[in-house]
């Protein structure tokens, strides 16, 4: 997707490990947002920025942080992951006045 | 908690025909998207209707918004079998997007 990437695509990790995604934009978008998206769920938002180093809470924050120390990076960390933290993880950047663009994806397993 | 609820939960049609898919949400909301997600793949962006807008079109698409039934219907019309993937609703309010549990369309050949 332009201008918007993550990392890893793919992740395996065992319980009780930390774990950080990536998401890098590339047009200096003002917010970023992280969702994961579960079977039966559809998308859940996470945790979103407004800003370097501006941050909230979303419906799932529980277990996870983020940080934003530049505009173009936002990460997601799984302090110690659990098997419930399986899941699809997406990242996305608000782009007035069309929506919202979507990275790939991560596909992480928590073993 | 979702705010929007998408119905049905799955579609089966014939290319060609058209294809409605309907969504309905809670609370008041600055704006309705919808998005569609091929298997694997992200989600992209379809449509946005702002809550003054009754009806939007681009190309096959035609979205409505009736805000004092809290509702939306999505039609795609002329329907393909490019079409066949997942669409999800999602009303927007104080920069943040919360999304139903999405629709599954078939379009059969």
């Known amino acids: 997707d332009a201008g918007i990437t993550q990392s890893p695509r793919h992740k395996v990790t065992e319980t009780g490990t930390p774990v950080t995604l990536r998401c890098h934009q590339t047009?200096?978008?003002?917010?970023m947002y992280w969702y994961r998206q579960d079977p039966g769920h559809g998308l859940r938002l996470i945790h979103y920025?407004?800003?370097?180093?501006?941050?909230d809470k979303g419906e799932v924050s529980d277990g996870y942080s983020v940080s934003r120390s530049k505009t173009e990076d936002f990460l997601l960390t799984l302090e110690s992951a659990t098997s419930s933290q399986t899941s699809v993880y997406f990242c996305?950047?608000?782009?007035?006045?069309?929506?919202?663009?979507f990275g790939s994806g991560t596909r992480l397993t928590v073993v | 908690s979702q705010q929007g609820e998408e119905d049905p939960q799955a579609l089966s049609i014939q290319e060609g025909e058209n294809a409605t898919m309907n969504c309905s949400y809670k609370?008041?909301?600055?704006?309705l998207q919808w998005y569609r997600q091929n298997s694997g793949r992200g989600l992209v962006h379809l449509i946005l209707?702002?809550?003054?807008?009754r009806e939007k079109h681009s190309g096959r698409l035609r979205v409505t918004l009736d805000t004092s039934k809290k509702s939306s219907s999505l039609l795609i019309t002329a329907s393909r079998a490019a079409d066949t993937a997942s669409y999800f609703c999602?009303?927007?309010?104080?920069?943040?997007?919360?999304f139903g549990k999405g629709i599954t369309l078939s379009v059969r050949p």
């Open positions: 047009e200096n978008h003002r917010y």
């Open positions: 209707i702002r809550s003054n807008e």
């Open positions: 609370t008041s909301i600055n704006n």
């Open positions: 996305a950047i608000i782009t007035f006045p069309y929506g919202y663009t």
């Open positions: 920025s407004y800003g370097v180093k501006d941050t």
């Open positions: 999602a009303t927007g309010a104080n920069s943040k997007l919360t």
